[in-house]
DNA sequence: TACCTTTATGTAAAATTTACAATATGCTCC
DNA sequence: GGAGCATATTGTAAATTTTACATAAAGGTA
């Protein structure tokens, strides 16, 4: 990039291109047995009563990084989640009347526990299930299928997901998260062997309680352990 | 996103933020035994003189997507080649004076072959070793080292580099761009037996001419036979 | 024909993957 | 206290894959 005063000679000469720049945010919910994105509608405007992914507009006194977590917050009250940048949609023709760019960044976070409150100019803000996502405007459910990709990527690579588990939770959720988030199922023996082996779970000791049949084995996870995997180039292959 | 007359909350009503976003290219140039990044001097401005990444601003008449190929092209006068955006540097203090989000893209070319021109306001332009980057403007420094992992994992899922290779290519040339990109050194044996038994590549049943030594085999790429790997998530496990 | 350089290849041991189903536990209900 | 219910936990044999390692083959040159 050539960023001082000399423009490029694509470019016209002593004449910044201004654009308009936004945010867009796959929100990822994860529950016990589904995974969820959320939507938000349209308060007003020409958009009004559609259905789309939440994002702003970008602020230039604002690192563009820290937007996608000022839009979760103000929808979710939801702090220091993890958030990354997927994608970016730059077409020309992708919303009418003006050029936007929009940076797509994917949340992973746990649906319960927290409320969402309307925001952003959104009229209503819901939940869907990742298998019913409704009609979006523009290029939004081309973006969700994108994120979910980078998502399912980015578990095979990080364990992300364990931190929307308890400090202490079961092989059995640790297996669902996996298989809720890659939209796959998993064989019991053969997952946890694997998990096991690679040693990145530490048995507690400890059992869950006040369950109404055999009550599972509490572990937790071993970051240190994984760090050690990670720098080796860690890719988990289950299917 | 609300890209409506509706601006959000968080946005000065009725006052679209005007952003300057740029284009960076880390073009990774591959040789026979070595990995080379496509660098370019200033010509004149604040920089002049200065080293830096490829790069231009966007012009809101062009999909963002297509950028990167047209710095590409002006550049080293190719065209279709492999570029893929890996990240957005967005802090409102990376360049000074002003806020600049810029798109950083990767492509892999081959270095032989093609006469570089300068260009996009660029006084010199030259490959350098990876290895040898010298400290660039900004962040462009850390732009490089994330578009190499970015490069990295690419090629464990995709064998993007074959497309540098000539349409007939011996196992060693194979072996050795897996080793200059991912900067590894690999077992023949064991590196062939993998290869093979993917069956990615076919044997041609001709040999190379013309060489002072054992004629090597002479194979192709199976694209069909990588698509149906691919489409079970594909993830090449060397070390 | 001897030599140089690079290609091509095998194998045994260890580790991992795969495909399967029966038993163990804790609680509830009678 | 025992039967029933629901989930947790575990093993194994066969097939496949990985790992570590060294020698012979081929083509050209001198």
Redesign the interface.
Known sequence: ???????????VKNE?????????CVIFGLEADALKVLL?Q??????EGQW??????????????KMPG?VLS?LTGLDNVFVE?F??????DR?SH??????AYFALINTEKYELKT????RDVKWVDIHNIPALI?D?NEIIKRGHEALKLKL?REPIGVELLPKLFTLTQFQRMYETILDITLDTRNFRKKIIKEGILQDSGQKEVNVPYRAPNLYSFDAEKYDELRS??Y?L?I?
Request: hydrophobic share 40%.
């Open positions: 990039m050539l960023p001082d005063s000399n423009r490029s000679r694509t470019s910044v291109q201004l654009s308009t720049v936004s945010v867009d938000v349209h308060d007003s405007g020409v958009m789309a992914l939440p994002g702003d507009y970008i602020r230039n006194d604002i690192d563009l990084e000022m103000q940048l994608d970016v949609m730059g077409k020309v919303v003006q050029r936007v760019i929009t940076a925001g952003l100019g959104a523009y939004h095979r080796q180039g890719f292959n299917y």
